[in-house]
């Protein structure tokens, strides 16, 4: 299991086109990924259940991943939540 505390800088938060476009680059990995706050903890690979959360910016969570590229897909997923670019 890889873990990482990440704070979401993108200006739109995890919603709308972005949380798409997150849960697209998710779905390229084979390890199963979680995004938690606020208590919650949730597929990093559905779309209801991002949209869920309500991510906004400025909102810390924490990307968990497990399975055999655990690593990259937390780095990659993190890297897209401190930009604008998609």
């Known amino acids: 299991m890889y873990t990482e505390k990440s ?3 993108c ?6 086109k972005f949380a798409t476009y997150f849960i697209q680059k998710a779905n390229e990995f084979r390890s199963s990924i979680w995004i938690e ?3 919650r903890k949730i597929n990093a690979k559905s779309l209801l259940g991002v949209l869920s959360m309500g ?15 655990e690593e990259a897909a937390v780095k990659e997923l993190s890297a897209m939540l401190v930009k604008d670019i998609y």
């Open 37 to 39: 706050a606020d208590d």
């Open 55 to 69: 991510i906004m910016t400025g909102t810390e969570i924490t990307l968990i991943a497990e399975g055999p590229d």
């Open 11 to 16: 200006e739109s938060g995890l919603h709308n």
């Open 7 to 9: 704070v979401v800088k």
